[in-house]
């Protein structure tokens, strides 16, 4: 298996601006997630938030979590579990509205901190779809112009924690799926690995490195390029040692926004329409998916042509 693409950003706007958009094309084509370095969020940043979210574990979840496990009498497993996942987690909403001050239990620092990174990962995931536009040549400002809706993209963050599993051979940290929405961003814990890819039917670890941002493409994403990028399964696997921190920030369409495949991307006069993804409100699909996270997304996609009003 050759190794998982890691792209350095440092250089994008100068001369080796055509390397790197090849090697994010390669990537999005192959394999569906890369991991960015030198992506322009300062590292003193990185490593606040992530020992805030770590404290904020610690102090105000770690209990609450045994207490649920105790709770549905999981501490000795015998048997596969195969209905729910071995994670603790908070979602905080940064667009179209930020919900960040209502969040209970958060310091006044972590608000302030999450606050500044979802910013930033806003910016970066912004830029990010631009390079896609000019990979794909579709004019510049046409993805983010995809997801807009009538009140902008909808951006939130998953603070995830994946505690210490005693049978990791029974329990998922959190079953495999696809991504519902547009383009993810993580960062993920540099220490306690878990994260697996599917690729050729094989799963394939994302490597823990520090500092860096992982990346990966949702359902939208395979709408809009008619199939040419795809979403593509993945899953936490539980460990014994250790708990590992996910911060997965979602940058997604509106609930309005309708999505359907780029006119450019499509082939002049395609006879066979079976072919062409469908078009769809996001909301409706994401009351789909609510239901069907865990199975597989091709299903997703043939019911919303079989609703298609459009």
């Known amino acids: 298996m050759e190794n998982f693409p890691v792209i350095n950003l440092e250089k994008v706007n100068g001369e080796e601006r055509k390397v790197i958009l090849e090697k994010i094309n ?16 300062p590292l003193e940043l990185l490593d606040t938030v992530e020992r805030l979210t770590k ?21 000795g497993l015998q048997d596969e579990v195969k209905d729910m996942d071995w994670e603790s987690t908070f979602f905080m909403r940064h667009l179209p509205e930020s919900n960040i001050s209502e969040i209970p239990d958060l310091t006044l620092e972590y608000r302030k ?4 990174f979802a910013q930033k990962l806003e910016i970066l995931a912004e830029e990010l779809l631009d390079l896609l536009c000019e990979i794909l040549g579709l004019e510049k400002g046409y993805l983010k112009k995809a997801f807009y809706g009538s009140r902008g993209p909808t ?12 049978k990791p051979e029974l329990v998922k940290g959190l079953r495999a ?55 593509v399964e993945h899953r936490v696997i539980a460990q014994t040692d250790g708990t590992r921190m996910s911060i997965a920030s979602f940058y997604n369409p509106g609930s309005d926004a309708v999505i359907y495949p780029a006119p450019a991307l499509l082939e002049i006069g395609a006879e066979d329409k079976s072919q062409v993804y469908p078009k769809f409100v996001f909301e409706d699909y994401m009351r789909l998916y609510a239901g069907l996270k865990f199975q597989a997304k091709e299903p997703r996609f043939e019911a919303m042509k079989a609703v298609n009003s459009y």
């Not at 404290?55 to 501490?75: D, P, V």
């Open 113 to 116: 901190v999450m606050k500044d």
């Open 55 to 75: 404290e904020h574990y610690r102090k105000c979840m770690e209990q609450k979590f045994k207490e649920i496990i105790t709770m549905k009498g999981l501490e």
């Open 177 to 231: 799926h696809t991504d519902a929405g547009g383009i993810i961003l993580l960062l993920q814990d540099d220490k306690v690995s878990g994260l697996q890819l599917l690729k050729d039917g094989q799963w394939v670890d994302v490597p823990p490195m520090r500092h860096s941002i992982v990346v990966n493409l949702g359902d939208q994403l395979e709408v809009i390029t008619n199939g040419r990028y795809k979403s």
């Open 155 to 166: 951006f939130g963050t998953k603070v995830a924690n994946y505690p210490p599993c005693p």
């Open 26 to 41: 390669d990537a999005c084509e192959n394999w569906g997630f890369f991991e960015l370095v030198n992506h322009g969020i």
